[in-house]
């Protein structure tokens, strides 16, 4: 065949696939969306103590019963956190940059759930509560603004590898990760492949919700980490398969390989080297090419059964 019909033929498959992502951007686009943020971390700060009263009853779920109100008025007046209330109005000294960040993302949680209502957006300020930086609720979105100051601030005393997730363009990440948690079914499949897969889908459906963001943010990697990865990405499947790790039931290889680590333990001298949760990686590969070789919906695939999706995804790691 002449090479200029082959290139032809070979280009083919990638015209339709950005044939296909234009016509969701526009449609995406056109998709209403009104929602509201209100600013609990400037209402808290700014309300006189004598005047907390009001606050409380206007915020009811931001505290709960059985918390003595001093332990709230205390924290209006204490300094160390009067200053971290003005590092965070500093990085954030309105809402622009969270409008059009969340308007974008819950455009595209329309688009692909159309049932789903928007929820209102809260802001406040925790207590550096890395775990739950960002909460999704049905009617809520509740976002904690001093998880994202920017890794270097010198108020995060915390490892680089948490550390380096705590800048602005994180918080759509993280407000996806926690709808991920609500809106798919957790396996019951305890094993380390059906582990990976799970984490897959939800870093999969990232990539879906928040288009323009990279790969090192939707896992929260540098880039250097992500290069690591495709670099060995059939190194790591095949110690993986090797040592008949996919259906081992041992909650240790999530630990070693799934849940966030500066590093990931193949026990091997170039641990140090690598980055930690590339079993979760992994399970992303597979979740792609389950969609590229089947014809499902993204509500299908975040339905099926992790063992399922991977016997059907056809994954083979490039040497």
């Known amino acids: 065949m002449n090479s200029k019909w082959l ?3 070979l280009m083919i498959p990638l015209l339709f696939s950005c044939k296909k992502e234009n016509k969701i951007k526009e449609e ?5 969306v009104a929602f509201t943020i209100e600013r609990f971390d400037k209402a808290f700060y700014e ?9 409380k009853a206007k915020y009811p779920y931001f505290f709960p019963a059985g ?3 001093t332990l709230w008025t205390n924290r209006i007046q204490h300094p160390l956190y009067r200053e971290l209330y003005q590092e965070v109005q500093k990085q954030f000294p309105n809402n622009q940059f969270l409008e059009s960040e969340l308007s974008t993302l819950f455009k595209h949680i329309r688009y692909y759930f159309p049932d789903l209502k928007t929820p209102k957006v809260n802001t406040l300020i925790s207590e550096m509560d890395y775990e739950s930086k960002a909460v999704y609720t049905d009617s809520l979105v509740i976002i904690s603004l001093d ?3 920017g890794k270097n601030h010198r108020f995060y005393e915390f ?5 380096q997730n705590f800048e602005p363009v994180q918080i759509t990440q993280d407000v996806v990760a926690d709808f991920y948690l609500r809106k798919a079914k957790k396996s019951t499949d305890k094993s380390f492949l059906s582990q990976m897969v799970y984490e897959g889908k939800g870093l999969y459906l990232k990539e879906l919700l928040i288009p323009k963001s990279t790969d090192a943010e939707r896992i929260g990697y540098t880039n250097e980490q992500i290069a690591w990865c495709l670099d060995n990405e059939i190194y790591m499947w095949e110690y993986f398969v090797e040592r008949k790790m996919l259906y081992d039931t041992d ?4 630990r070693r390989f799934i849940y966030p680590a500066p590093f990931s333990k193949f026990y091997l001298e170039f641990d140090n080297e690598t980055p930690g949760r590339v079993g979760a990686w992994i399970g992303w590969q597979i979740v792609r090419s389950y969609m590229k070789n089947n014809e499902v919906t993204l509500q299908q695939m975040l339905d099926t059964d ?10 083979k790691p490039k040497k």
Do not use: G, H, R
């Open 67 to 69: 918390v003595p109100d």
């Open 159 to 163: 490892p680089e590898y948490l550390k």
């Open 28 to 32: 995406v686009a056109e998709i209403p």
């Open 306 to 315: 992790e063992k399922e999706l991977f016997l059907k995804s056809k994954y």
């Open 47 to 55: 309300t006189p103590v004598e005047q907390f009263q009001e606050l």
């Open 251 to 254: 909650n240790n290889l999530s």
């Open 147 to 149: 998880m994202y100051l």
């Open 7 to 9: 290139c032809f033929f």
